[in-house]
């Protein structure tokens, strides 16, 4: 047996030529894919004479993936045993799990579910081989002639979107025989691959749902089912998912924002776009006066701007030419028509607004502007529409119409480091007030084949960014090439309560807009010169901030963002007013407190304000009103006795104050 030279993780060894990475990789049980010479392949690949070979475990991303796409390429596999005659859709992994779509007789149910489950456990338990056959577009469309869908993929071989990559994506057309025992191809698939070795290699997997979905996305496509599953390195990373996903299920702030009275989304108003009740008025009030009062701290100077506005403003900042599709269309104004209907005077085309800069533009260029008068800062509570498609639509996190806690900042070139360093701790600190504690940043930086500005600003204005990233003591991540064409930014990732994350607020530096608006100030030499413009939007929007705490506090918020801060419950009617009075008492301290005075028995009152998640209970009964005091019972069932009333409102006072959990 002659041998070769490879390289294997990084280490040059000599090997006999008929080695595989299977082989090679045989003690390593981690080890399920692998990439040669950079690419993701097959285990079973035959290796040459100067291959570079690296192992991939099976929890590495591209390990998941392969994972998770293999699982999938299974389940086809047992649904067309137990539903024979059902045709194969497309079947690529996706965040955590993966999917195929099918075309059966009839739409699943979950006992099919079930039975498609166990048939694809006596798969895995078989231990079938993925064997990868390069075959020609001719051949292929003879051998899945009963397959249209996998057909048509074929005819649009290499054109075609990331998801139908999976299938068709690869340098040569290839199908996946799945070998028994006996080396016999068993079931086959069109599948660019790689897969797992064998199908024994699926450690822990759980078929999720079942939901309609047309076939490549396109309503003007037949609706075929698609299953959803999930696949894991091992049976306790699976039951770890599957209580994330029923703790998220739990918190789901859509969920919360009906039981606790929050917000709704009216039919009659339009998908996306939400109106708050009181309840859920409170705590955005209580968010946006402090966002509110931390800014006045900062500087800021607060500006209004109009919803809408004529077409003219977005074709001046470029709205129109990259953002239109992002935008509700417009509206004529203003057309005057004949009496036969034609046109006498064309109307004016305006549009709401999706974004706030380019009246704070306007703003700052309402007058001339000096360098002392930099940096300006200037913020607005700025309610925009974004015409989101309503498939990503998702309560009140992802809408259509929402409200941006915006700014942007203009300052001179001298004065960006400085400003983007104090920027990113103000922005940071006041997420660490509203509860949030675990976060890391991204450095978005530039696309060289798409941008705008002089290659010395990026330069500079990236290095500042990565300077004020650096400072913070965080972990940051490099986003190469991931800026906008305008300019480079820093997002803050935040960590939730269950370890989900959020991209909360960003930092963006602009070199477009001064430019396409001219915005000028006089330097201290006299001459004209352009400001940065740094656009900072700290919550993302208040909604959506408002669903990421909701979510994150489960509902039990804080008593200082609590709709409701105080519940008072007397032990027996007779004490009711008595508890009346402490309300009072607390009322005119800025408390807000309520008493249950309804004709429910205490006990269930006590339950209802748990279902409300309100952070103070108060009760009271004979031994309280004897010693002019009340007890506090705390959302977790903890009581603590015997408080005199100027000391409970005190304490309620300074935890509100604080801002602290209880
Ligand atoms: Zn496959
Ligand atoms: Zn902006």
Known sequence: MSTISITVDGAARTVESD??????????????????????????????????????????????????????????????????????????????????????????????????????????????????????????????????????????????????NVEVGGAELTIYDNLGRDGQAIWSDLCRGPHLPSTKHIPAFKLMRSAAAYWRGSEKNPMLQRIYGTAWPSQDELNGYLELLAEAEKRDHRRLGQELDLFSFPEEIGSGLAVFHPKGGIVRRAMEDYSRKRHEEENYEFVYSPHLTKAALFQKSGHLDWYSEGMYPPMIMDEELHADGTVKRAGQQYYMKPMNCPFHNLIFQSRQRSYRELPLRLFEFGTVYRYEKSGVLHGITRARGFTQDDAHIYCTKEQMPGELDSLLTFVLNLLRDYGLEDFYLEL???????????????????????????????????????????????????????????????????????????????????????????????????????????????????????????????????????????????????????????????????????????????????????????????????????????????????????????
Request: hydrophobic share 40%; proline share 5%.
């Open 19 to 164: 080695q595989r990475p299977t082989h090679i990789y045989a003690e390593a049980k981690e080890i399920v894919v692998c990439k040669i010479n950079g690419v993701l392949k097959d285990l079973w690949t035959d290796l040459v004479e100067g291959d570079s070979l690296e192992g991939i475990s099976i929890s590495s991303p591209d390990g998941l993936a392969v994972l998770r796409h293999s699982t999938a390429h299974v389940m086809a596999q047992a649904v067309q045993q137990v539903f024979p005659g059902t045709r194969l859709g497309i079947g690529p992994p996706i965040t955590d799990g993966f999917y195929y779509d099918f075309d059966p007789a009839n739409p699943f149910n979950p006992d099919d579910l079930e039975k498609i489950e166990s048939a694809m456990r006596k798969i895995v338990k078989d231990g079938q081989r993925f064997k990868r056959r390069v075959t020609n577009e001719a051949d292929a469309l003879k051998e899945l002639a009963s397959e249209p869908y996998k057909c048509e993929l074929i005819g649009i071989k290499g054109g075609g979107t990331d998801e139908t």
């Open 444 to 662: 978005s930086t530039r696309n060289p084949e798409k941008s705008v500005g002089e290659d010395a600003d990026w330069v500079e204005a990236t290095e500042a960014l990565r300077k004020a990233a650096l400072a913070q003591n965080l972990e940051l991540v490099l986003d190469e090439g991931g800026a906008a064409f305008y300019g480079p930014k820093i997002s803050v990732q935040a960590k939730d309560a269950i370890g989900r994350t959020w991209q909360m607020s960003t930092i963006q530096v602009d070199f477009q807009l001064p430019q396409r608006f001219e915005l000028e100030f006089s330097a201290s030499d006299g001459s004209r010169q352009r400001p940065v413009m740094i656009h900072r939007a700290l919550f993302g929007s208040i909604e959506r901030f408002f669903g990421v705490l909701t979510e994150h506090y489960s509902g039990a918020f804080p008593p200082w963002l609590a709709p409701v801060q105080v519940m008072a419950i007397p032990v027996a009617d007779t004490f009711s007013d008595y508890l009346s009075d402490v309300v009072k008492q607390m009322k005119s301290a800025g408390i807000r407190a309520e008493l249950d005075d309804s004709d429910d028995r205490m006990q269930k009152k006590v339950r209802n304000a748990q279902m409300q998640k309100i952070p103070f209970m108060i009760i009271a009964g004979e031994e309280d009103v004897k010693a002019g005091a009340v007890s506090f019972r705390y959302r977790n069932g903890d009581q603590k006795n015997g408080i005199p009333i100027a000391d409970a409102i005190a304490e309620i006072k300074k935890t509100v104050a604080d801002r602290l959990q209880v």
